[in-house]
């Protein structure tokens, strides 16, 4: 990162100890790049929640490294620097040992890199439940990484200090099987065979001919995952409340957004754990009350993975079906809709080029993501919930735009509904903040301001006095709107397509 931009940071968290950086939407909102970004300025970065449902990409020289579970800032390893995957995350062993080997074969180390001995183990069964119960009218659209049974299995389900004793493994590993078994044993036997073919379930080692899994297949794998892992494992917990007391400075990622947290999410279209501020702390090994500021990741649009509500979708139900169909791929919407626009008439096409624009697509499903405008009252749903200080993303895929809308309120359409001191009738304006509930959500129409674009490439500034007066006066608009502040400004994926906004330190 050049000087000046690296001192305009130190000066913005000069007052800040510990800090959680986390999405204030659906996810996908870059969080990737701002722990890579201000991890410089922090001695832990810590990641609390979540597991290989999560994707970021790393780049290393010319190698690009697709992670799902080492934190975004594993590339930071001077001044002893350490990197933590905390007690609240569900962890894939077969993942994180994929993602040492890319760690390796790129020279990098990850000596800095500790996993809590608390963490959850995401078992072959839950990939398997994950995948053959997602489907139908009632699916959530997961990312079949098995997070959801994990998460669900707390209580039975193993961690990752079960990994390292070897007839502690194998007799909670045969337990936990036999209240999942009934489970498999009802699903379609061709089903079952296809999944256990693929890489994510060790491509066929645990395939039986007598029975529904091969377990001794499976104890065997955790063992030696077990031992791959021994020298990573941590009491985290106990470590990072040492590193707070030492006064030691302390960045915790968040993974997916608030929007799909358990908790605060549009339930049942949310992952399975909390990905609030308040949950990451707690997954970190710290109380809320630890972490001195937020900072909350918004993009300049916005874009949703899976089904669920989604009010300002472009296109409607026409994008939500496109993108949950299992056939499209970035290549065959390319082909369909080779000429997109984003000035479109159609919605559904002007969301088609910005998702081109944006790539939005997902990093662990490649899925295409949904995509839509500005939702004002879904921001003031996150601020009530996560804070006012925002770090706003992907301005520049918007560069092209005539017009902007932002959502600044919903009609809602539905039938008559109860909320704590509140009916809900067909006709009712909701003007101010989101209530996070599907069904209300599902009939709700937005009603938009719109401001001209400022039709002019962002990519190169590195500056608010450079920037266009359209794009001032557009993050102006949403900061009045939701009565948050704007401090930090992305205008593409480099560390260097940065603007700090505020002349204040947070
Ligand atoms: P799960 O976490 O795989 O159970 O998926 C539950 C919901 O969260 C689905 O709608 C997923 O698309 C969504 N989801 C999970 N992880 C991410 C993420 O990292 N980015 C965006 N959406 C996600």
Not at 66 to 78: N, Q
Not at 97 to 115: G, K, N, P, T, V
Not at 183 to 199: I, R, S, V
Not at 218 to 241: C, F, K, M, W
């Amino acid at each position: 990162m050049n000087e000046h931009l690296f001192e305009q940071l130190r000066h913005f968290l000069l007052m800040t100890r510990t800090l959680a950086v986390g999405c204030m939407q659906f996810g996908d909102t870059g969080k990737g790049k701002f722990i890579d970004l201000l991890m410089p300025f922090f001695d832990l970065n810590v990641r609390g929640n979540g597991g290989a449902n999560a994707g970021h990409t790393v780049k290393v020289g010319d190698r690009l490294l697709a992670l799902h579970l080492v934190p975004s800032g594993i590339l930071h390893d001077a001044d002893g620097k350490i990197n933590i995957m905390g007690s609240g995350m569900a962890i894939d062993p077969l993942t994180l040992c994929h993602e040492l080997d890319q760690l390796e074969l790129a020279s990098l180390s990850y000596d800095h890199l500790r996993l809590s001995h608390r963490a959850l183990v995401v078992l072959p069964w839950h990939i398997l439940r994950d995948r053959l119960s997602d489907t139908g009218t009632e699916k959530i659209g997961t990312t079949g990484r098995g997070i959801g049974p994990c998460y669900s299995d707390q209580r039975e389900g193993l961690d990752i200090n079960d990994l390292l004793n070897v007839d502690v493994l194998a007799n909670k590993l045969r337990a936990n099987f036999r209240h999942h078994k009934p489970f498999l044993a009802q699903a379609d036997p061709a089903a079952l065979a296809n999944l256990l073919k693929t890489p994510a379930l060790a491509s066929g080692s645990y395939q039986s001919d007598h029975d529904l899994l091969n377990m001794d297949a499976v104890i065997e794998s955790y063992r030696q995952y077990g031992q791959r892992l021994a020298p990573l494992v941590h009491n985290t917990d106990e470590e990072i409340q040492e590193f707070w007391r030492q006064s030691k400075r302390i960045l915790l990622e968040g993974a997916q957004g608030l929007l799909l947290s358990l908790k605060h999410g549009t339930r049942p279209y949310v992952t399975n754990c909390d990905t609030s501020f308040q949950g990451m702390a707690l997954g970190a090994g710290l109380l809320p009350e630890q972490v001195d500021k937020h900072l909350g990741i918004i993009k300049a649009y916005l874009t949703r993975v899976g089904r669920g509500p989604f009010p300002t979708e472009l296109g409607g139900q026409r994008s939500d079906d496109w993108c949950n169909d299992p056939d499209i791929t970035r290549k065959v919407e390319d082909e369909r809709f080779p000429k997109a626009d984003v000035n479109s008439s159609d919605n559904f096409l002007s969301g088609v080029a910005l998702r081109k624009k944006g790539k939005e697509f997902g990093t662990t499903t490649a899925r295409p993501r949904r995509i839509g405008w500005f939702d004002v009252p879904l921001l003031r749903y996150a601020r009530s919930i996560n804070g006012p200080d925002l770090i706003i993303t992907k301005v520049d895929v918007l560069d092209e735009c005539e017009n902007i809308p932002i959502c600044t309120r919903y009609c809602y359409t539905g039938a008559e509904h109860l909320l704590p001191g509140q009916k809900l009738t067909g006709g009712l304006y909701l003007n101010s903040v989101m209530e996070p509930r599907t069904e209300i959500l599902q009939h709700c129409n937005t009603i938009y301001t719109h401001g001209p674009g400022w039709q002019q490439p962002t990519v190169r500034l590195t500056t608010m006095a450079d920037a266009p007066e359209k794009l001032e006066r557009y993050l102006r608009c949403i900061e009045s709107w939701s009565n948050c502040t704007i401090h930090l400004v992305s205008v593409g994926a480099d560390r260097e397509q940065t603007i700090v906004r505020s002349s204040d330190p947070l």
